[in-house]
T-cell receptor, first 114, second 110 residues
Framework: DAGVIQSPRHEVTEMGQEVTLRCKPI?????LFWYRQTMMRGLELLIY????????DSGMPEDRFSAKMPNASFSTLKIQPSEPRDSAVYFC????????????FGSGTRLTVV | GEDVEQSLFLSVREGDSSVINCTYT??????LYWYKQEPGAGLQLLTY?????DMKQDQRLTVLLNKKDKHLSLRIADTQTGDSAIYFC??????????FGKGNQVVVIP
């Protein structure tokens, strides 16, 4: 298995532009998580899906952020419009149905908003 | 909500042992995890321990769990330069969610 695949690896965009981050979870994993990592705040859970359904989006910072999971093999995190304070590394992770399986993380997307 | 605390930085000489500590708040935790993050990479699962265990050993890694004090530690024996990374502990707190600490940066000095 190729693991959790995220794209792009790096994204530089101008303030006000729309940004879409993509994630392909591991086949057979039924939970998917989006995290944001910054020096100041560490790892923050933004949203997670179980069987493609959003379960908890309380970590989404504001309405500019939205996430979708149209099927078991694909999810997107969209920021519209983007702001400089959104600059961070965004990680996607997936986990199997077994409770002790732990999460498998993707390599992340480093977003820079200028 | 669930809270996981870690110290921020540890410097250790190559060949020595490293010990990273973590405290958590949820007394009903069933699994606790250690993840490693190398520069520019995602978090990689290192090991985990079930809450009915006190210790788990996996090659150079030893995990100790003190449920009474809600304290988890990771000992790395014979620390090598490749062990330089940020280490996160995480607590499984239900609904398939993990609460992560802020991470502990380990720097190995050759």
């Amino acid at each position: 298995d190729a693991g959790v695949i995220q794209s792009p690896r790096h994204e530089v965009t101008e303030m006000g532009q729309e940004v879409t981050l993509r994630c392909k979870p591991i086949s057979g994993h039924n939970s998917l998580f989006w995290y944001r990592q910054t020096m100041m705040r560490g790892l923050e859970l933004l949203i997670y899906f179980n069987n493609n359904v959003p379960i908890d989006d309380s970590g989404m910072p504001e309405d500019r952020f939205s996430a979708k999971m149209p099927n078991a093999s694909f999810s997107t995190l969209k920021i519209q419009p983007s702001e400089p304070r959104d600059s961070a590394v965004y990680f996607c992770a997936s986990s199997p149905p077994q409770v002790h399986g732990g999460y498998t993380f993707g390599s992340g997307t480093r977003l820079t908003v200028v | 909500g669930e809270d996981v605390e870690q110290s921020l930085f540890l410097s250790v000489r190559e060949g020595d042992s490293s010990v990273i500590n973590c405290t958590y708040t949820d007394s009903s935790s069933t699994y606790l995890y250690w993840y490693k993050q190398e520069p520019g990479a995602g978090l990689q699962l290192l090991t985990y321990i079930f809450s009915n265990m006190d210790m788990k050993q996996d090659q150079r890694l030893t995990v100790l769990l003190n449920k009474k004090d809600k304290h988890l530690s990771l000992r790395i024996a014979d620390t090598q330069t490749g062990d330089s990374a940020i280490y996160f502990c995480a607590d499984f707190y239900g609904n398939n969610r993990l609460a992560f600490g802020k991470g502990n940066q380990v720097v190995v000095i050759p």
